[in-house]
T-cell receptor, first 116, second 110 residues
Framework: NAGVMQNPRHLVRRRGQEARLRCSPM?????VYWYRQLPEEGLKFMVY????????ESGMPKERFSAEFPKEGPSILRIQQVVRGDSAAYFC??????????????FGQGTRLTVV | QKEVEQDPGPLSVPEGAIVSLNCTYS??????FMWYRQYSRKGPELLMY????GNKEDGRFTAQVDKSSKYISLFIRDSQPSDSATYLCAMRKGAQKLVFGQGTRLTINP
């Protein structure tokens, strides 16, 4: 059973371009979370999705950022018109459906975005 | 005030020492408590997962949760150089987002 797969592992974009980050959850997992990690900092929650639904996007910047988790295919985190401050490691985590949230979340290896 | 506070260290100890890592939190609604280990330029790896108060042991690792004090700990016995990493505490209520501490950078010296 493959773990959480993220691609690309490294992404370089010029200011103003779009960045698309992909996350394939573990088999059987229907919950996906995106987190951002700045250097020397902990992970900050961005968005929580289930298939075709955004459950909690309280950590997402109001502009330029969007996320989806379609019925088929990976979850996508999209950043439009990237700026240097978007440079960070973006991690995806997945967890299986569970009652009351008593399920563990497993992380991918992350996508390191560099904006030049 | 941050929801979860964790001393960022760095913490450096000799091989074989007992390591104690701690986090405090302010939200009494948190029910699930986790410790992740993160090696440089890698994703967080789940080490320990605890529900509510109490102790949990797994090999050389022991996690403690004291909800009355809003305090959690991770103990590493017989520490090894391979334990050198950043340790992140995390917690949540229900199936909601994880709230992470800043992470403690740990070095075990041979």
């Amino acid at each position: 059973n493959a773990g959480v797969m993220q691609n690309p592992r490294h992404l370089v974009r010029r200011r103003g371009q779009e960045a698309r980050l992909r996350c394939s959850p573990m088999k059987g997992h229907s919950h996906v979370y995106w987190y951002r990690q700045l250097p020397e900092e902990g992970l900050k929650f961005m968005v929580y999705l289930q298939k075709e639904n955004i459950i909690d996007e309280s950590g997402m910047p109001k502009e330029r950022f969007s996320a989806e988790f379609p019925k088929e295919g990976p979850s996508i985190l999209r950043i439009q018109q990237v700026v240097r401050g978007d440079s960070a490691a973006y991690f995806c985590a997945s967890s299986p459906p569970g009652q009351g949230g008593n399920t563990e979340a497993f992380f991918g290896q992350g996508t390191r975005l560099t904006v030049v | 005030q941050k929801e979860v506070e964790q001393d960022p260290g760095p913490l450096s100890v000799p091989e074989g020492a007992i390591v104690s890592l701690n986090c405090t939190y302010s939200n009494s609604a948190f029910q699930y408590f986790m410790w992740y280990r993160q090696y440089s330029r890698k994703g967080p790896e789940l080490l320990m997962y605890t529900y509510s108060s109490g102790n949990k042991e797994d090999g050389r690792f022991t996690a403690q949760v004291d909800k009355s004090s809003k305090y959690i700990s991770l103990f590493i016995r017989d520490s090894q150089p391979s334990d050198s990493a950043t340790y992140l505490c995390a917690m949540r209520k229900g199936a909601q987002k994880l709230v992470f501490g800043q992470g403690t950078r740990l070095t075990i010296n041979p």
